[in-house]
C-alpha cells in the first residue's frame, strides 16, 4: 500500500531541501528543521564558551539548532534525515548521530526495502501451517508489506501504527543475535493487533539478522521522530 508522493524542492534559511508536498506521505523516519536560537540570545559558544565578537562569529548546528563557533561548528555531513540536497553544517556531538543515522540510510534502508523472508505465526499453540511471506519496507518506509502466495494475503502494517517491537531468538540461535520479531500495532480500525514473525530453518540466517537489526534501528528512528514531532 503506497500512496502516490509528490515532492518538491524548497529554500530554507538551512539550505535546499527535498520535502513531500503532503506531510501525511513523508517517510516515518524524517525530522523537521529545528528553531534556531536567536542570535541575541548567546554571547559565547554552546561548545567551547568562547565569546563571540567581529573575528569570532556565531554559526547554526543545522540539527540542533544552537549556536557554536566556527571551530566548534565546521563538520559538514549529509542530513537525510531533513530531506538536506547537500552536506550541512553539524556541532561535533550531532555530527556523531548523524553519521550513525546516514549508515542506515545507505546500507540499511536498501536491505529493509529488499526484504526477508518469515513465516508469519497466527495462531503460535495450534499445528495449522504456517505461511510464508517476503517482508518487506515499502519505497515510501510507511508500511511493512507482505508478499506471498495469491492464496493468502496479509493486510500492510503501517510503520507509525507499530507500538512495541520486540526481536526473538531461537534456542539455536547465538547470543546477540535473532531470528525473528513479535510486533504490536493498531490496525486501520483502530484495534490493537498482534504478531509474530519467525525465519524459517531453511532461510539465510544471516541475512535475517542483518534484516531485523535495521528494522530495530529503523523502528527506533521512527519511535524518535514521533516524540520529537
Same mark, same amino acid.
Given at each position: 500500500m503506497e500512496n502516490k508522493c509528490v515532492k518538491r524542492l524548497i529554500r530554507s534559511k538551512s539550505g535546499l531541501r527535498i520535502v513531500t508536498t503532503d506531510d501525511t506521505n513523508k517517510s516515518p523516519f524524517l525530522l523537521g528543521e529545528p528553531h534556531w536560537v536567536p542570535d541575541k540570545d548567546s554571547v559565547?559558544?554552546?561548545?567551547? =564558551?568562547?565569546?563571540?565578537?567581529?573575528?569570532?562569529?556565531?554559526?547554526?548546528?543545522?540539527?540542533?539548532? /544552537?549556536?557554536?563557533?566556527?571551530?566548534?561548528?565546521?563538520?559538514?555531513?549529509?542530513?537525510? /534525515?531533513?530531506?538536506f540536497v547537500d552536506p550541512v553544517r553539524h556541532c561535533e556531538s550531532c555530527a556523531d548521530?548523524? /553519521?550513525?543515522?546516514?549508515?542506515?540510510?545507505?546500507?540499511?534502508?536498501?536491505?529493509?526495502?529488499g526484504g526477508a523472508l518469515f513465516q508469519?505465526?497466527?495462531?503460535?499453540?495450534?499445528?495449522? =501451517?504456517?505461511?510464508?511471506?517476503?517482508?518487506?519496507l515499502s519505497q515510501d518506509h510507511r508500511y511493512l508489506n507482505f508478499d506471498g502466495s495469491a492464496e493468502?494475503?496479509?493486510?500492510?502494517?503501517?510503520?507509525?501504527?507499530?507500538?512495541?517491537?520486540?526481536?526473538?531468538?531461537?534456542?539455536?540461535?547465538?547470543?546477540?543475535?535473532?531470528?525473528?520479531?513479535?510486533?504490536?500495532?493498531?490496525?486501520?480500525?483502530?484495534?490493537? =493487533?498482534?504478531?509474530?514473525?519467525?525465519?524459517?530453518?531453511d532461510c539465510n540466517k544471516n541475512h535475517t539478522i542483518s534484516w531485523l537489526s535495521a528494522m530495530q534501528n529503523g523502528f527506533k528512528m521512527a519511535t524518535d521522530s514521533r516524540n520529537i514531532s
Open positions: 559565547c559558544c554552546t561548545d567551547c =564558551k568562547k565569546k563571540f565578537d567581529f573575528l569570532t562569529r556565531r554559526h547554526h548546528c543545522r540539527r540542533c539548532g /544552537r549556536i557554536y563557533c566556527k571551530n566548534c561548528c565546521d563538520f559538514r555531513l549529509e542530513l537525510p /534525515r531533513m530531506c548521530i548523524s /553519521r550513525k543515522e546516514n549508515e542506515f540510510f545507505d546500507k540499511e534502508l536498501k536491505m529493509l526495502t508469519l505465526i497466527k495462531l503460535p499453540e495450534s499445528n495449522e =501451517k504456517r505461511s510464508e511471506f517476503i517482508c518487506r493468502e494475503e496479509f493486510e500492510p502494517v503501517q510503520l507509525a501504527s507499530i507500538m512495541e517491537l520486540n526481536l526473538l531468538r531461537s534456542p539455536d540461535v547465538p547470543p546477540d543475535f535473532w531470528d525473528g520479531m513479535f510486533v504490536t500495532y493498531m490496525n486501520n480500525e483502530g484495534t490493537v =493487533k498482534e504478531m509474530t514473525l519467525l525465519a524459517p530453518p
